[in-house]
């Protein structure tokens, strides 16, 4: 067997995922678990702020890699989950687990992006 990586990607315009769970109710919830809720929010950062909407634009964009590394874009958002270590680091979870992938996040100048690299197993 071998290990092929499967790369996914994603950008996102934080005012733009700003907009729209300003004008949303209940799509913060819908999109986001509680525990990315509340981890964007770590630190005594505001509801609604600026570095709380780049986290979550962020790990939207984490959310949109995974769907694209797995090569399935109906994955329901909650099945997908950015948490950060211990480290700091980000990690993605799927299902509740942890997944064997590496993550990378990144927001400056308006924009968050994600890059994930999931590891799968392929039969030679």
Known sequence: MNDVPR?????????RLSARLDRRAGLLH???TDHEIADARRGGVA???PTERARLAA?????EAARKALGD??????????RTAPSGAPELWL?????PASLSLSHDA?????VLAL?????S
């Open 95 to 99: 299902h509740g687990e942890p997944a």
């Open 30 to 32: 819908r999109v986001f």
């Open 110 to 114: 308006g924009v968050a992006m994600a």
């Open 7 to 15: 790369i996914g990607c994603d950008v996102v315009d934080v005012d």
């Open 59 to 63: 790990r939207f964009a984490a959310k």
């Open 119 to 123: 590891s799968t197993t392929r039969r």
């Open 73 to 82: 874009l109906r994955i329901p958002f909650h099945a997908t989950e950015v």
């Open 47 to 49: 509801p609604g702020s």
